[in-house]
Structures are given as structure tokens and as C-alpha cells.
């Protein structure tokens, strides 16, 4: 083999290479794009063990507004009602209670996309950490578990662009 042959097959391999890198490339922007979870979510928890029993079957609603850079997600929750045995109760305005929104997103191309969200409310009372295991269903719609420090709360949760 010549030197001319050589640095012939290295620029053909480089070229090649390039070349099924970009396809590659192209077809998972093309075929297996991030979802579309950016922007305004209700949600609801409904709580399904607790470590204080009043607690068990509550359910609260939530809005949320998540933005997406890569699979990092970061956001912003409020708290709008709560379904308890003492009652419903909406919160308005001040009375909201806030929380701030890391995660990431697990893209996965033979099964469903998952989101992972760590939560830390500013309660009332004290501040709570929230961890929300979701699996995500279509652009408009999610569900999974959450996990609560709040009475070591565990639960199902519903993601949806809709109000409820």
C-alpha cells in the first residue's frame, strides 16, 4: 500500500464517518425529538400513604410552568386547592404556597420518555421536598409517583396542560 493510498482511504473513512454521523443526527431530531413539556401544567397528588393518618387520601392541585434546556427542566409549582377530611379549600393569591422545580428528562427511544422532578415547597410551616417520578404520556398529558417529606407521603400523581 502507497502513502497515496493511504491518506486516500483516511480522507474516504473521515468522510464517511461524518457523513453517517450527521444521518444519525438527523434521524433522532427527525424521529425521537424531546417531548414538548414546556410551559403550563396542572397537576394533581393524591396521596396514598402517610405516616399521619388524616393525610392519607388528600389530594392536592398544583400549576406549574416548566421550561425544558437539553434534559434539564426547571420550573415553578403553586399550590390552588386541597381535597383533605377536612374539607376543599382553594388558595388564592398570597396564600399559595410556592415551590421551585429541578429535574432532568430520561429520553428513551423503545419506551416511553421519563421526568424526573425534585421539588422544595415553601410551606406554610416549614419547607417540604417533593420527588415526582413521571412518565410521560403525549405533549398535553403525564402520570406517576411522588414522594413527600410531609408525613413521609407516597402517591400517585396526573400531569395535564387543562385545568381540572
Not at 406549574?64 to 382553594?90: D, F
Not at 406554610?124 to 421536598?129: T, V
Request: proline share 2%; charged share 25%; with cysteine.
Amino acid at each position: 500500500m502507497s502513502f497515496d493510498d493511504l491518506i486516500s482511504d483516511i480522507i474516504a473513512t473521515v468522510i464517511g464517518g461524518s457523513i453517517l454521523a450527521l444521518l444519525f443526527f438527523w434521524i433522532r431530531e427527525k424521529f425521537f425529538p424531546y417531548p414538548n413539556i414546556v410551559g403550563h401544567w396542572y397537576f394533581e397528588t393524591h396521596t396514598t400513604k402517610a405516616s399521619y393518618q388524616p393525610y392519607e387520601g388528600r389530594v392536592l392541585r398544583y400549576m406549574a410552568i416548566l421550561w425544558r434546556e437539553g434534559n434539564r427542566v426547571q420550573g415553578t409549582i403553586e399550590k390552588i386547592h386541597e381535597t383533605s377530611s377536612n374539607g376543599e379549600k382553594e388558595y388564592i393569591g398570597k396564600d399559595r404556597t410556592r415551590g421551585v422545580v429541578e429535574g432532568c428528562l430520561e429520553q428513551n427511544y423503545f419506551t416511553k420518555d421519563r421526568l424526573f422532578l425534585h421539588v422544595v415547597e415553601d410551606g406554610p410551616r416549614r419547607e417540604s421536598i417533593n420527588f415526582y417520578e413521571i412518565m410521560i404520556k403525549a405533549d398535553h398529558n403525564m402520570d406517576g409517583t411522588f414522594t413527600s417529606t410531609i408525613a413521609d407521603q407516597d402517591g400517585t400523581t396526573i400531569w395535564q396542560r387543562a385545568k381540572f
